[in-house]
């Protein structure tokens, strides 16, 4: 598909957030990346990856997402326009490796109109979450017996009482149900709470990556004043360094024009993230930071014995 489409695309999701009261990131241009915007609304973070076709996405690729996101305590989400050769519905809420995915309209739908979505899509067809008091209160209002309405619906008595205890319909069903009781029985879905059968990030933490040997230097060096590091793939940052329950995106790279823009765009997504961003470069930076991230020659590094010394010097150069 072309780049153009993509790149509508992208804007369209931008400016809804943007319209909603998000606080959103640059664009990330990495390639391949696992997300491309962060965004923020008051306590509410997410990584976002836009696609026009969600089986675009490696799944490598989204399972660094879900890693991301359970580090940072944020919601992983996709946009896209179809999966495979069929476009996505709109108020229908998708999954690729477990990750909610939705389409531009939908999103719209959510954080501009707050309509919530109603269904959600997983093997074998569309669902709906039920309400099951409102369910059991109009079949009563109607004098109608559970078997009553298993008859109408063509469906056991277990099945009703399975649907008046929490149990998700077929959409069918549902829009059935709600024809013969004459009243809406569908629940609107949190899209962040909804999760489908995929990759979770407890079982994927430890996926690892195979390191420069700057970045094993480094992260020997951090971890041996008592820094936790956690490399990261397809970020414009390498790794999260964790000093207590503080995070910090961490980039370890050449020093070079790209390494400072990768630098600039991490600042960008540590502003929305509200982390600190710092860079360890192999060479001597002109300054002492780019924006919102710090940058420290790999020399520097070496000199620090301990955890405290460390956050000293990312202070002083923030700073300076």
């Known amino acids: ?4 489409e993509r790149e509508g695309v992208i804007r369209g999701v931008i400016d809804i957030l943007m319209d909603a009261g998000f606080f959103v990131s640059e664009r990330c241009t990495i390639r391949p990346g696992c997300f491309d915007l962060a965004a923020r609304r008051d306590e509410q973070l997410l990584f976002l990856k836009i696609l026009i076709n969600l089986d675009g996405i490696r799944r490598d690729s989204t399972i660094e997402m879900i890693r991301l996101s359970h580090y ?3 919601s992983p989400l996709m946009i896209g326009k179809k999966r495979g050769n069929k476009s996505l519905k709109r108020g229908v809420v998708y999954f690729k490796c477990g ?5 531009v309209d939908t999103l ?11 269904v959600y899509a997983e093997a074998g067809g569309l669902y709906v979450k039920i309400d099951e008091d409102r369910l059991r209160a109009a079949r009563k209002n109607l004098n109608l017996s559970i078997g009553d309405l298993a008859s109408e619906l063509s469906v056991s008595r277990r099945t009703i009482s399975k649907y008046e205890d929490g ?5 069918d069903l549902a829009v059935k149900m709600e024809n013969i009781l004459s009243i809406p029985l569908a629940l609107g879905i949190d899209i962040f709470s909804l999760k489908g059968k ?3 990030a407890e079982d994927t933490k430890e996926r690892g990556k195979k390191l420069s040997l700057l970045e094993q230097a480094v992260i020997d060096l951090l971890k041996n004043v008592g820094i936790d590091v956690f490399p990261i793939n397809y970020a414009p940052f390498n790794a999260l360094s964790k000093i207590k ?12 024009k790209t390494a400072l823009r990768r630098a600039k765009l991490t600042g960008s997504i540590s502003s929305v993230t ?3 961003s710092v860079f360890i470069l192999d060479g001597k930076p002109s300054s002492e930071k780019i924006e919102n991230t710090v940058l420290v020659d790999k020399e520097e590094i070496g000199d620090v014995k301990e955890t405290s010394e460390f956050i000293e010097l990312i202070l002083d150069k923030k700073e300076s």
């Open 72 to 74: 940072l305590s944020a």
């Open 274 to 276: 509200e982390t600190q």
């Open 99 to 103: 990750v909610p995915s939705i389409n």
């Open 167 to 171: 149990m998700n319909a077929t959409l």
């Open 1 to 4: 598909m072309a780049s153009g």
């Open 198 to 200: 995929g990759a979770d």
């Open 245 to 256: 329950d503080e995070l910090i995106l961490t980039g370890i790279c050449h020093l070079n």
């Open 108 to 118: 719209y739908d959510c954080f501009i109109e707050n309509v919530p979505p109603l």
